[in-house]
């Protein structure tokens, strides 16, 4: 996510290892294209939907940028381009894949934490757990969203940064702690808003109950 951390033959090679597992991830995963259109359509469903769909087209197209604008492994293609837009493309891209991998992980939070929970055989319903829990996400949101003003991650997403690798290296300690809490912010509120979801929705689907059981048996 930083040019200036890596330098551009592992900055290359890196994004075509990343865009293989994307592969690899996808297959592992193809049962749910194979289901796409089968079962009911409900709200969480398409909006994974679409989260899903955006990220295979962001991951595309920073791959077929990358390779556009490559130096070292693409370059005896000869195919580089010097148009600016491929490089803004190609970064706005990587940022919006950045965010769409976030809240895919969010979607998919609750199911990886049961799995963690029960592999560390953690009491989910103790109060010690709960509060550490809950503090730590408060925290990892805040800071996220601190973190993605002081990071410009708005203007890198609507493609006004170019050539953001070049300058004074920045602090890596500080580069990571801030992303990993962007990630972190977009995983739980993702995880938060979609609680939220099920709650509306299950209080709408008992309250819908007893009004039926009422007009069924009146008094």
Same mark, same amino acid.
């Given at each position: 996510?930083?040019?200036?951390?890596?330098?551009?033959?592992?900055? *290359?090679?890196?994004?075509?290892?990343?865009?293989?597992?994307? !592969?690899?991830?996808?297959?592992?995963?193809?049962?749910?294209?194979?289901?796409?259109?089968?079962?009911?359509?409900?709200?969480?469903?398409?909006?994974?939907?679409?989260?899903?769909?955006?990220?295979?087209?962001?991951?595309?197209?920073?791959?077929?940028?990358?390779?556009? !604008?490559?130096?070292?492994?693409?370059?005896?293609?000869?195919?580089?381009?010097?148009?600016?837009?491929?490089?803004?493309?190609?970064?706005?891209?990587?940022?919006?894949?950045?965010?769409?991998?976030?809240?895919?992980?969010?979607?998919?939070?609750?199911?990886?934490?049961?799995?963690?929970?029960?592999?560390?055989?953690?009491?989910?319903?103790?109060?010690?757990?709960?509060?550490?829990?809950? !503090?730590?996400?408060?925290?990892?949101?805040?800071?996220?969203?601190?973190?993605?003003?002081?990071?410009?991650?708005? *203007?890198?997403?609507?493609?006004?940064?170019?050539?953001?690798? &070049?300058?004074? *290296?920045?602090?890596? &300690?500080?580069?990571?702690?801030?992303?990993?809490?962007?990630?972190?912010?977009?995983?739980?509120?993702?995880?938060?808003?979609?609680?939220?979801?099920?709650?509306?929705?299950?209080?709408?689907?008992?309250?819908?109950?007893?009004?039926?059981?009422?007009?069924?048996?009146?008094?």
């Amino acid at each position: 996510m930083d040019y200036r951390f890596t330098g551009n033959a592992f900055h *290359e090679i890196g994004g075509v290892v990343l865009f293989l597992l994307f !592969i690899f991830h996808n297959v592992l995963n193809r049962r749910w294209y194979k289901v796409f259109f089968k079962g009911r359509q409900i709200l969480s469903r398409v909006l994974m939907t679409l989260v899903n769909l955006l990220l295979v087209v962001t991951m595309v197209t920073v791959f077929v940028t990358g390779a556009l !604008i490559s130096a070292t492994v693409f370059a005896p293609l000869d195919i580089r381009s010097r148009s600016l837009f491929v490089h803004d493309l190609h970064q706005g891209a990587a940022f919006a894949s950045f965010i769409l991998i976030a809240i895919h992980l969010g979607m998919h939070w609750k199911m990886l934490m049961a799995k963690l929970k029960n592999w560390l055989h953690i009491d989910a319903s103790s109060l010690g757990w709960v509060l550490m829990s809950r !503090i730590i996400s408060i925290v990892v949101i805040i800071y996220g969203i601190y973190a993605s003003f002081t990071n410009d991650i708005g *203007e890198k997403l609507l493609m006004q940064r170019v050539f953001m690798g &070049w300058g004074e *290296e920045p602090s890596l &300690w500080r580069f990571l702690l801030d992303y990993f809490a962007i990630v972190g912010s977009y995983v739980g509120i993702t995880h938060f808003l979609l609680g939220l979801l099920r709650k509306v929705k299950n209080g709408n689907f008992t309250t819908q109950t007893m009004l039926h059981k009422k007009a069924a048996n009146p008094k």
